[in-house]
């Protein structure tokens, strides 16, 4: 589970109500989260989480864009995360 100190935003895509996908960075890993909001409760769908190159993220700054930039593209395809309406998180 991803702490969160607030709500995220909940998005209605495609006639499915109050969607969210959200993108974790913290020190080198990253996790994508799919979420949807049912009545009272939230419920997770998908879990992503991969490393990212070592040097190209520390404590959620990008510090080599570059490395960081070509890894996140190649995650998000390799897992057909969608591109749009994403809500980040950087701890």
């Known amino acids: 589970m991803i702490p969160t100190r607030q709500s995220a935003q ?4 495609k006639g499915v109500k109050k969607v969210a996908t959200i993108l ?3 020190n080198r ?3 994508v989260i799919d ?3 049912k009545g009272k409760a939230v419920t997770v769908h998908n879990i992503w ?3 990212a ?3 190209s993220i520390i404590n959620g700054i990008i510090t080599d864009e570059e490395a960081f930039l070509s890894w996140i593209k190649g995650f998000f395809t390799r897992n057909k995360l969608p591109k749009k309406e994403i ?3 950087v701890n």
């Open 29 to 31: 890993l990253v996790q």
């Open 24 to 26: 974790y960075l913290s």
């Open 87 to 89: 809500v980040l998180v």
């Open 10 to 13: 909940m998005y209605t895509i």
């Open 35 to 37: 979420a949807r909001e």
């Open 49 to 51: 989480q991969e490393e």
């Open 53 to 55: 190159p070592e040097g």
